[in-house]
T-cell receptor, first 110, second 117 residues
Framework: TQLLEQSPQFLSIQEGENLTVYCNSSSVFSSLQWYRQEPGEGPVLLVTVVTGGEVKKLKRLTFQFGDARKDSSLHITAAQPGDTGLYLCAGRTSYDKVIFGPGTSLSVIP | GAVVSQHPSRVICKSGTSVKIECRSLDFQATTMFWYRQFPKKSLMLMATSNEGSKATYEQGVEKDKFLINHASLTLSTLTVTSAHPEDSSFYIC?????????????FGPGTRLTVL
């Protein structure tokens, strides 16, 4: 069974601080996606990374895919209250299934 | 971008009744739709994959007769929770993709909150 782990599970920071969320697995994924979900809503795709070592930037968000395609990180610079939400990583397996990690709940305090 | 809607957004029902949840792709044709279940502060668990015109593929541990899925057209899939019980209370989310492989990008609906009394 392929599993994704995320850390930390919960994170509460002050506005303006930086943070990093990690997504790890012992399995290789063909691609990995990051989503943000707000309470009572469906997940919204932030980015898809495909190539080992790939780095993508989306404004203040920086996503990295590990060289071995087993892990990924999401770094947020100068966090804002609007960044508050549940961040989910999801890996696509060799069987074309999408597996979601348990999520990191981020709270940015003004 | 592609938009996926779900109806209803919230439903409260009595134990023993059946509830139907609709998932629609509004501006594209979805060959494949996925149904997920999410418990509070937990991640999404894939329940089943449905392809238009064929039977749904259920994940291990998901009861086919309990969660009936119908994908009658390229823009509509329905999930019916039959004889609902309080333990079925959850947030149900659908997603839609173009193509028969989950490799294609999925677009998620806003979810349906089911509460069974």
């Amino acid at each position: 069974t392929q599993l994704l782990e995320q850390s930390p599970q919960f994170l509460s920071i002050q506005e303006g601080e930086n943070l990093t969320v990690y997504c790890n697995s012992s399995s290789v994924f063909s691609s990995l996606q990051w989503y943000r979900q707000e309470p009572g809503e469906g997940p919204v795709l932030l980015v898809t990374v495909v190539t080992g070592g790939e780095v993508k930037k989306l404004k203040r968000l920086t996503f990295q895919f590990g060289d071995a395609r087993k892990d990924s990180s999401l770094h947020i610079t100068a966090a804002q209250p609007g960044d508050t939400g549940l961040y989910l990583c999801a890996g696509r397996t060799s069987y074309d299934k999408v597996i979601f990690g348990p999520g990191t709940s981020l709270s940015v305090i003004p | 971008g592609a938009v996926v809607s779900q109806h209803p957004s919230r439903v409260i029902c009595k134990s023993g009744t059946s509830v139907k949840i609709e998932c629609r792709s509004l501006d594209f044709q979805a060959t494949t739709m996925f149904w997920y279940r999410q418990f509070p502060k937990k991640s999404l668990m894939l329940m089943a994959t449905s392809n238009e015109g064929s039977k749904a593929t259920y994940e291990q541990g998901v009861e086919k007769d309990k969660f009936l899925i119908n994908h009658a057209s390229l823009t509509l899939s329905t999930l019916t929770v039959t004889s609902a019980h309080p333990e079925d209370s959850s947030f149900y989310i659908c997603s839609a993709a173009v193509g028969t492989s989950s490799y294609n990008e999925q677009f998620f609906g806003p979810g349906t909150r089911l509460t069974v009394l």
